[in-house]
């Protein structure tokens, strides 16, 4: 974390701090610093102003650095064309019904397994983490093909959000994530609120909740990014033009649309996600480092 | 909902009570009833991984022993994965697979590992640049990959590389439409869009080395690159091969740089992988059978990879 910086790390504080140590330092940091600008910061600038420029434009050797003639209506027309509107919404209303979902039921197994631990509650545990082992792709077709048909009960869940939300739920890092976390709360204090007559749905939401809020946080951010970064699940089970998500929008659109367009819609997509990033980013980043291995 | 027994007690209550408590019984009580309530709790996620997780595992094995046409389904035996292997694709795309595979190792694990070394060293900026690092990871592939398709890999010489690699007076290149340079191509997209996650992790575990042993390694007159190589190294072992598995685990199911980058296969097949083709298979070849049969190959493939390397690590410590 960020406030031990006074543990030394591979070159001690002191020798950074004078003669050549400080000159190799300074030119270094000021390097990367120009250097990640241009190779993060770079291509969105690129991306945003590309989407600007006219088709003619778009195609003119040299590329201009900085669209000559600005044309903002392609942002619109992107709008308008894809119906970005719809997209975005959909988009939003799938990671919303994800981030429920998973708080409400993973949070509850975790508690069950953490706290409550019924009898096959670590057979249970094992089943859920033994998923973890299949990489998600291997699984895609029978997913689909269960989906299409559910098993007793024979609906299709195909355009319809549970075939994105249901499974969302079954997500074994987020139980793993919320047990160990509830693993850590006092046996004391649980027994505690047992003594003062609180049933298990209260000991949850009066004292587990408001404890666990970090983890939370982290479940969340992961629930709704997944959700929003998801690509061949979502075009597989939204296929209908007015349930597709923003990325399956624009692949679907790219055929037939001009570059600058398709771009704009790019940025158009991004958008939500970076303002995202922005605000949550402390919790983002320790959340992926408290929270382990994941991507 | 309360459970008022009191555990342990029974001597002086037991006149009183009409009915004695048995506090055995009374506890087998609280147990039945903490069972219960737990599986109450438990019972949304278990029917979820019911039925999108441990059951599609199942259906995936006995499927791609199976046909389904015209609604009738019939056991085949070992057809669909002999129809699989005689994909004229199938080399092909295990090939490109393992190429991107190695190619995002090289890039994906050596890079972000000198950048996590590199920026543990700044007292400076650190917050900024890791923001920056991890900015790719947060957009939609779909953005970054048109972003890539469109206007960095562009043929021609408007295209953003063409025109850097012009600026600086070395050969432009094709592309995504040369089929020497696709695979490149898609690992620096990805590397672009994935890394920041590992040099975070990288960053975390680096943070935790006690500054002791440098100190010590620096008295015994260790420079630079032995301090490296005798400190940090052995110190992030664990979590360095533990996420060189994770990556190669990942990197194997390659499937949106292909699809959007090279429009799926690339020219002469050079972008297939073995994700795009069960994809292939599955939805354009009316072929789930197949596709199926792909992935149980896959997963066997991949779990012993996973096995084997985890085999290997065991034997070295």
């Known amino acids: 974390m960020a406030h031990q910086s006074e543990t030394r790390s591979l070159v001690s504080f002191a020798q950074l701090q004078r003669g050549r140590g400080k000159v190799i330092y300074w030119t270094l940091l000021t390097v990367v610093v120009i250097a990640f600008t241009l190779v993060f910061i770079g291509p969105l600038y690129w991306m945003i102003t590309g989407a600007l420029k006219s088709s003619p434009e778009l195609a003119q050797t040299p590329p201009t650095l900085w669209p000559a003639d600005p044309q903002p209506e392609n942002y619109s027309d992107a709008w308008e064309r894809l119906d970005l509107a719809k997209l975005l919404f959909n988009t939003f209303y799938y990671a919303v019904g994800a981030l429920v979902f998973q708080l409400v039921l993973d949070t509850a197994a975790a508690y069950a397994l953490s706290k409550l631990r019924p009898k096959l509650g670590n057979l249970i545990l094992g089943m859920m983490l033994a998923t973890l082992m299949i990489p998600a792709m291997v699984l895609i077709i029978p997913q689909y093909v269960t989906v299409i048909d559910l098993p007793i009960l024979h609906i299709s869940l195909i355009d319809s959000p549970f075939s994105i939300w249901l499974p969302a739920v079954a997500n074994a890092f987020n139980i793993f994530l919320l047990k160990r976390f509830f693993d850590s709360i006092p046996e004391d204090l649980m027994s505690a609120a047992r003594m003062d007559g609180a049933g298990s749905m209260r000991t949850l939401w009066s004292i587990v909740l408001p404890i666990s809020r970090p983890i939370l946080g982290v479940v969340s951010i992961f629930a709704v990014t997944a959700v929003w970064k998801?690509?061949?699940?979502?075009?597989?089970?939204?296929?209908?033009?007015?349930?597709?998500?923003?990325?399956?929008?624009?692949?679907?659109?790219?055929?037939?649309?001009?570059?600058?367009?398709?771009?704009?819609?790019?940025?158009?997509?991004?958008?939500p996600t970076i303002v995202f990033f922005l605000i949550f980013q402390r919790s983002i980043m320790s959340g992926l480092t408290a929270g382990g291995l994941k991507e | 909902m309360a459970i008022a027994t009191v555990p342990g007690a029974g001597i002086d209550v037991g006149s009183q009570a009409p009915a004695p408590v048995d506090p055995r019984r009374a506890r087998r009580n609280r147990r039945l009833k903490d069972n219960l309530t737990g599986y109450a709790f438990l019972i949304g996620a278990v029917i979820c991984f019911a039925f999108f997780s441990w059951y599609p595992m199942v259906r995936g094995v006995v499927m791609s022993f199976q046909r389904t046409r015209a609604g009738e389904t019939t056991?085949?035996?070992?057809?669909?994965?002999?129809?699989?292997?005689?994909?004229?694709?199938?080399?092909?795309?295990?090939?490109?697979?393992?190429?991107?595979?190695?190619?995002?190792?090289?890039?994906?694990?050596?890079?972000?590992?000198?950048?996590?070394v590199l920026l543990n060293e700044f007292r400076h900026a650190k917050g900024y640049l890791r923001i920056l690092i991890y900015l790719p990871v947060m957009l939609p592939p779909a953005s970054a990959l048109f972003l890539f398709k469109y206007l960095a890999y562009d043929p021609s010489d408007a295209g953003l590389f063409n025109s850097i690699l012009k600026g600086l007076g070395l050969p432009t290149s094709q592309w995504m439409q040369s089929t020497d340079m696709t695979m490149p191509a898609m690992v620096l997209a990805s590397t672009w869009m994935n890394m920041g996650g590992a040099v975070l992790i990288y960053l975390a575990s680096l943070q935790n080395i006690p500054g002791e042993l440098y100190e010590a390694a620096e008295l015994d007159g260790a420079g630079l690159w032995r301090r490296i190589t005798n400190v940090t190294i052995p110190q992030t072992k664990l979590i360095l091969s533990l996420m060189a598995m994770l990556q190669v685990v990942a990197t194997m199911q390659l499937f949106i740089e292909p699809l959007i980058l090279a429009n799926g296969a690339g020219s002469e097949d050079s972008a297939t992988s073995v994700v795009y083709l069960i994809y292939q298979h599955g939805f354009f070849q009316n072929d789930l059978n197949g596709a199926a049969a792909l992935g149980v190959i896959m997963l066997v493939a991949l779990i012993g990879f996973s096995a084997v390397y985890a085999r290997l690590n065991a034997q070295q410590d």
């Open chain 1, 230 to 271: 998801d690509f061949l699940w979502p075009k597989l089970v939204m296929p209908s033009p007015e349930t597709r998500t923003i990325s399956v929008g624009i692949y679907a659109f790219s055929g037939g649309t001009p570059q600058n367009v398709v771009v704009a819609a790019a940025v158009i997509a991004a958008i």
């Open chain 2, 75 to 116: 056991w085949v035996g070992w057809d669909n994965y002999e129809r699989i292997i005689n994909d004229p694709s199938f080399w092909t795309a295990w090939q490109n697979t393992l190429y991107f595979t190695v190619l995002a190792l090289v890039a994906g694990y050596a890079i972000p590992f000198f950048l996590a």
